[in-house]
């Protein structure tokens, strides 16, 4: 089992990736961690009752530059349920890269085959949940041309390996 940790300015989580359902996910995840990327992004989109998004943005709302885009492994089997971390992508089904989000609910209509080709899950939090659902009350509003945006900056500080 491998697992990493999530420090965040609200708290820390404790994240099982799943190699074996989600190699190419973990494996993508992982090359970020490894060389700091995530350090000092921010979760820009809240929506309560539904998920948390981060990894991409940095504290100002820029994005940052990342790697080439992964193939979606939505057709893994793995669902995503409360506490699940999966790939954030555009509507082109293998355009994820560093963004993740963590579900704040059973979200079904995320799965392969619900309305689309889904979301792919590949990891799961196993502590801290009440973390995520703290971040999850957090109050949102506009900023630019994005809408969900925690009003207070909640920032990614490190996510690092822990084996």
């Given at each position: 089992?491998?697992?990493?940790?999530?420090e965040t300015s609200s708290g820390n989580m404790t994240i099982k990736l799943n190699h074996d359902d989600a190699p190419i996910s973990v494996e993508n995840f992982l090359s970020y961690v490894d060389t700091g990327f995530y350090n000092n992004t921010i979760?820009?989109?809240?929506?309560?009752?539904?998920?948390?998004?981060?990894?991409?943005?940095?504290?100002?709302?820029?994005?940052?530059?990342?790697?080439?885009?992964?193939?979606?492994?939505?057709?893994?089997?793995?669902?995503?349920?409360?506490?699940?971390?999966?790939?954030?992508?555009?509507?082109?089904?293998?355009?994820?890269?560093?963004?993740?989000?963590?579900?704040?609910?059973?979200?079904?209509?995320?799965?392969?085959?619900?309305?689309?080709?889904?979301?792919?899950?590949?990891?799961?939090?196993?502590?801290?949940?009440?973390?995520?659902?703290?971040?999850?009350?957090?109050?949102?509003?506009?900023?630019?041309?994005?809408?969900?945006?925690?009003?207070?900056?909640?920032?990614?500080?490190?996510?690092?390996?822990?084996?």
């Amino acid at each position: 089992m491998s697992t990493v940790i999530l420090e965040t300015s609200s708290g820390n989580m404790t994240i099982k990736l799943n190699h074996d359902d989600a190699p190419i996910s973990v494996e993508n995840f992982l090359s970020y961690v490894d060389t700091g990327f995530y350090n000092n992004t921010i979760f820009h989109r809240v929506i309560p009752g539904f998920m948390i998004q981060g990894g991409g943005m940095n504290k100002d709302m820029t994005e940052k530059e990342t790697r080439e885009p992964i193939k979606n492994e939505a057709q893994n089997g793995l669902k995503n349920t409360r506490g699940t971390l999966a790939m954030a992508r555009t509507q082109v089904v293998d355009s994820a890269t560093s963004q993740f989000f963590i579900n704040l609910a059973d979200n079904a209509f995320l799965d392969n085959g619900d309305r689309d080709f889904g979301y792919a899950v590949f990891a799961e939090v196993i502590e801290g949940m009440d973390i995520v659902e703290e971040i999850g009350k957090a109050p949102t509003g506009n900023k630019g041309m994005m809408a969900d945006v925690p009003n207070e900056t909640i920032t990614i500080l490190t996510i690092r390996r822990t084996d």
